[in-house]
């Protein structure tokens, strides 16, 4: 089956500083990268995706790229704010499959 | 995307007892799971709860211990049996989105076993 690592567990960044997470992936066939935000006493959320058809996709301050030969996919946060504090989880999926499998999540801490 | 909540928020429950979550959807879903968290772990998928038919387990989880029901497309249970506090955790119900292979997921019940 899949298994996805995620780097690193915890990262510590200032405010306005930029954030990368790195994920990689098992499975050649996965063609599904979603990126969750989950916030204290929450559920996790959507705040990204990318598809194996795609390399890169941005949306404001956020930024996804995958590298399909090498299995990794990253998440890019600029300009950091203190509600960008989040537990982020990435995940890879198959077509065929409604089920992701996650990785262990980054305990993202922004400093005012 | 569907709108999803959950009862209890949170419960402390003593060991041996038995709790049952309740999840509700804004919409009708053919496929809703639920999930385990532990604390500072990642989402395991306990079982698959389709509407008319039993429910899927993934490895290392039985129905004796998590029952689910289904009864209808916008509402499932999960009950936690016979409580530890190994059960301490946070449970999740999610629906698959119309696009693709997203996940969207309640805000979870904190649940503390003693």
């Known amino acids: 089956g899949e298994n996805v690592e995620q780097h690193p567990s915890t990262l510590s960044v200032q405010e306005g500083d930029s954030a990368v997470i790195k994920c990689t992936y098992s499975?050649?066939?996965?063609?599904?990268f979603p990126w969750y935000k989950q916030e204290l006493g929450k559920g996790p959320q959507l705040i990204i995706d990318?598809?194996?058809?795609?390399g890169e996709k941005k949306d404001q301050r956020i930024a996804v790229t995958l590298n399909k030969t090498a299995k990794h996919f990253s998440l890019h946060i600029t300009e950091t704010q203190p509600e960008d504090s989040a537990v982020y989880f990435c995940?890879?999926?198959?077509?065929?499959?409604?089920?992701?499998?996650f990785g262990r999540g980054t305990s993202l801490i922004v400093h005012p | 995307s569907a709108v999803i909540s959950q009862k209890p928020s949170r419960d402390i429950c003593q060991r041996g007892t038995s709790l049952t979550i309740q999840c509700q959807v804004d919409?009708?879903?053919?496929?809703m799971f639920w999930y385990r968290q532990q604390p500072g772990q990642s989402l395991t998928l306990i079982a698959t709860?389709?509407?008319?038919?039993?429910?899927?387990?993934e490895s290392g989880f039985v129905i004796d211990k998590f029952p689910i029901s289904r009864p209808n497309l916008t509402f499932s249970t999960l009950t936690v049996s016979n409580m530890s506090p190994e059960d301490s955790s946070i449970y999740l119900c999610?629906?698959?989105?119309?696009?693709?292979?997203?996940?969207?997921f309640g805000p979870g019940t904190r649940l503390t076993v003693l």
């Open positions: 990318i598809r194996s058809n795609v």
């Open positions: 499975d050649s066939a996965s063609n599904y």
């Open positions: 995940a890879a999926s198959s077509g065929g499959s409604y089920i992701p499998t």
């Open positions: 709860a389709n509407q008319g038919s039993e429910a899927t387990y």
């Open positions: 999610s629906t698959p989105g119309q696009l693709y292979n997203e996940q969207f």
């Open positions: 919409s009708q879903v053919t496929m």
